[in-house]
């Protein structure tokens, strides 16, 4: 895939971007291309470091993609919003579909609100308040016209041809928005997607995203998966934790509604996981909905940088070397529509679980073990498998048989 970016095709990007061949994998091999800082963000340099890093030695800075400076308006160094709309189009024209974010709790320092409405936002002993790297001011939604302009942005969206939202840090924003801004777009657009950013406490307290799916949300995060993964892989935790929380949502009914992932724009791949991507994200695609973050698949195991230009490395953005694994296990999905039931482990970190299918039942192995598993052909049900002639599951790799 070329790298389309603003060092290279200045203000041409979604340009580049409209003329790539989509239809060599959507969608085959995806769904949805999730479009992430598409919206104008231009604005001062207020954030000192990302992490560890101090910025001031840093090149190319960047405000923060979601320190908004216009929310109906694409970024001028990516393009104008009709070469949005246009690569839109040539994404539907391959039947995929295009989500993008929508950022509702806060703005950027220079968004025009903050000086023709002042009234839209919360205020402290300082004046506008703000939040996360002090460079956002809240938005308050106890003053009904907030509510109001932001629905306004999502009708926008939804004439440009957007199907769905990524909606930024939903939990902050309050529930009576969320409700009455997806009955008003769903009655426009029935099938426009809701997806909710939302965390919590703890990973016992299921109660942020039930009330994100009863107010109206296709889908959430499965964040807790993610933080059982890396407490597992990092503090090197009991496999039982990611185990447990698989087989808890396994049972759950919203389980189709649960948004799982290794990854995302905020969190890179869990230290140690990399060699499992394709045991958890088979998991995952057999479940819900899944996420996978562009280079992920071919190796990417860190974060692009949030505050500087920081370009995907060449290597592991060619859609033409997706993992072939990847490959046998979404066209079985798609042509089996293939799910998964149950799920236990037998030792060691061999995992089985059972599958339905079009063609009945069926069953998943994998090796989430440090060493190489021998599967006894007896365990092995039916005949249609990943990979027909291994019976050695080396650590990460899967079997499927139907």
């Not at 954030?47 to 694409?74: K, M, Y």
């Not at 709309?85 to 709790?105: C, P, R, W, Y």
């Not at 280079?295 to 953005?317: F, I, K, M, Y």
């Amino acid at each position: 895939m070329p790298n389309a970016n603003w060092r290279d095709q200045p203000r041409q990007v979604l340009k580049v971007m409209g003329q790539l061949p989509w239809d060599s994998l959507l969608p085959r091999w995806f769904d949805w291309v999730y479009l992430l800082g598409v919206f104008d963000y231009s604005g001062p340099l207020i954030v000192t470091h990302e992490g560890e890093v101090d910025l001031a030695s840093q090149t190319e800075r960047l405000p923060s993609l979601f320190a908004i400076s216009n929310h109906q308006s694409v970024h001028p160094l990516l393009g104008t919003n009709e070469d949005l709309v246009t690569l839109i189009q040539a994404i539907h024209e391959t039947s995929g579909k295009v989500m993008v974010d929508f950022v509702t709790n806060h703005t950027g320092t220079t968004h025009p609100w903050v000086k023709s409405y002042p009234e839209y936002y919360q205020k402290d002993n300082q004046g506008l308040k703000t939040a996360f790297s002090q460079d956002v001011y809240c938005l308050d939604y106890a003053i009904p016209q907030v509510s109001q302009a932001m629905i306004e942005v999502l009708r926008q969206l939804v004439s440009w041809g957007v199907d769905g939202v990524r909606c930024d840090m939903a939990h902050l924003v309050p529930l009576s928005f969320w409700e009455g801004a997806i009955s008003k777009i769903k009655a426009q657009k029935p099938n426009f997607y809701f997806l909710a950013e939302v965390y919590s406490q703890s990973v016992f307290d299921w109660q942020p995203m039930t009330q994100m799916i009863a107010a109206g949300f296709d889908a959430v995060y499965d964040e807790f998966f993610f933080r059982n993964l890396k407490w597992h892989y990092q503090d090197h935790q009991s496999l039982a934790l990611p185990l447990a929380h698989w087989q808890y949502i396994l049972m759950q009914p919203q389980r189709s509604q649960l948004l799982h992932y290794l990854a995302n724009h905020d969190d890179p791949l869990p230290q140690g996981s990399i060699n499992y991507q394709e045991a958890w994200l088979s998991l995952m695609m057999l479940t819900g909905p899944s996420l996978i973050y562009l280079g992920q698949l071919n190796g990417l195991a860190r974060r692009l940088a949030h505050h500087w230009l920081d370009l995907l490395p060449s290597e592991v953005n060619d859609w033409h070397q997706l993992p072939s694994w990847y490959l046998k296990l979404r066209s079985l999905i798609r042509t089996l529509d293939l799910s998964l039931e149950t799920l236990n482990e037998e030792n060691n970190g061999l995992i089985y679980g059972r599958l339905a299918s079009r063609l009945g039942t069926g069953q998943l192995v994998l090796n989430l073990g440090l060493k190489d598993q021998l599967l006894t052909p007896e365990r092995l049900e039916g005949t249609r498998m990943l990979r027909p002639k291994s019976l050695k599951l080396t650590p990460g790799q899967v079997e499927i048989s139907i």
